[in-house]
């Protein structure tokens, strides 16, 4: 009888440490799509150029308001 308690308890151990492995393998994963998320908008500036975009704009229309309030 020992014999499969013993079987259970490595059972239940490896059942365990696969959890904590694969948790730990996911994390890792997860690290590296970040870092290679903020990689790609540093390289294609897509964000930077929306932003500088949205600047001029915003700073055109408030201009042009500007004027037309003034005369």
């Known amino acids: ?11 239940d151990a490896l059942a365990e440490a696969t959890k904590k492995y694969a948790a730990a393998q996911r994390a890792e994963l ?3 799509v970040d870092v290679c998320k903020r990689i790609l908008q540093g390289r ?3 964000e930077r150029l929306a ?3 949205v600047q001029q ?5 408030v201009e ?3 004027d037309f309030l003034t005369g």
């Open 57 to 61: 704009s915003t700073t055109l229309v």
């Open 51 to 53: 932003q500088s975009s």
């Open 30 to 32: 997860n690290r590296r």
């Open 64 to 66: 042009q308001i500007n």
């Open 1 to 11: 009888m020992s014999t499969i308690a013993e079987r259970n308890a490595r059972l």
């Open 44 to 46: 294609t500036g897509a």
